[in-house]
Nanobody, 120 residues
Framework: EVQLVESGGGLVQAGGSLRLSCAASGFTFDDYAIGWFRQAPGKEREGVSCISSSDGSTDYADSVKGRFTISSDNAKNTLILQMNSLKPEDTAVYYC?????????????WGQGTQVTVSS
């Protein structure tokens, strides 16, 4: 059974940090690009960051560049999103997803999400 399980969300004050984890199982983690997405209430889901399986290259949304860092631990089948200097507008449900084709392509598997709330 394929599973992506996010953890690490919570409530933090503006300027604070959170570290999200995405534990993957049931598929060959090394073969997939893994991305983070978020969806705030009343807004469309947006891509936050992605890491490629082919060369480890990373992409970030402009809104999080310089503040968020994506990394993967292939030995543990885990994806990390380190979020620093958080802002209230970062408040959203954060999801991880896996794509066999790569970052920016259709995503095959999705997690259930973890809530991040940043207070002002």
């Amino acid at each position: 059974e394929v599973q992506l399980v996010e953890s690490g969300g919570g409530l933090v004050q503006a300027g604070g940090s959170l570290r999200l984890s995405c534990a993957a199982s049931g598929f060959t983690f090394d073969d997939y690009a893994i991305g983070w997405f978020r969806q705030a209430p009343g807004k469309e889901r947006e891509g936050v960051s992605c890491i490629s399986s082919s060369d480890g290259s990373t992409d970030y949304a402009d809104s999080v560049k310089g503040r968020f860092t994506i990394s993967s631990d292939n030995a543990k089948n885990t994806l990390i999103l380190q979020m620093n200097s958080l802002k209230p507008e970062d408040t959203a449900v954060y999801y991880c997803a896996a794509s066999l084709l790569g970052c920016g392509y259709e995503y095959d598997y999705w997690g259930q999400g973890t809530q991040v709330t940043v207070s002002s």
